[in-house]
């Protein structure tokens, strides 16, 4: 059985940080690309930040020099590290573990509120 389980999300003030988290189990995480997406209400769900099992990894622009997404295949565990939060960052955070496009899987989410 498949299980993404993200955790580390919360309230946080606008340019603290917060970092994600996402535990693997029932894949083989290290050929996985694993992805962070967000989803905000009333928007559609957008990447956030990709790894590849080669540690090639791609940020969305709104994002590039605040996030870092790293991986540890030892520990099957995917994180996001979010500096300098923004309002707009506000949304539920989901972690992707992609094989191909058919075979893709998702957490249950985790939501990030960023306000004073």
């Known amino acids: 059985q498949v299980q993404l389980v993200e955790s580390g999300g919360g309230l946080v003030q606008p340019g603290e940080s917060l970092t994600l988290s996402c535990a693997a189990s029932?894949?083989?995480?290290?050929?996985?690309?694993m992805g962070w997406y967000r989803q905000a209400p009333g928007k559609q769900r957008e990447l956030v930040a990709r790894i590849t099992s080669g540690r090639n990894t791609k940020y969305a622009d709104s994002v590039k020099g605040r996030f870092t997404i790293s991986r540890d295949n030892t520990k099957d565990t995917v994180w996001l590290q979010m500096n300098s939060l923004k309002p707009e960052d506000t949304a539920v955070y989901y972690c992707?573990?992609?094989?191909?496009?058919?075979?893709?899987?998702w957490g249950q989410g985790t939501q990030v509120t960023v306000s004073s």
């Open positions: 029932g894949i083989i995480f290290g050929i996985a690309a």
């Open positions: 992707n573990a992609w094989f191909r496009a058919d075979d893709e899987y």
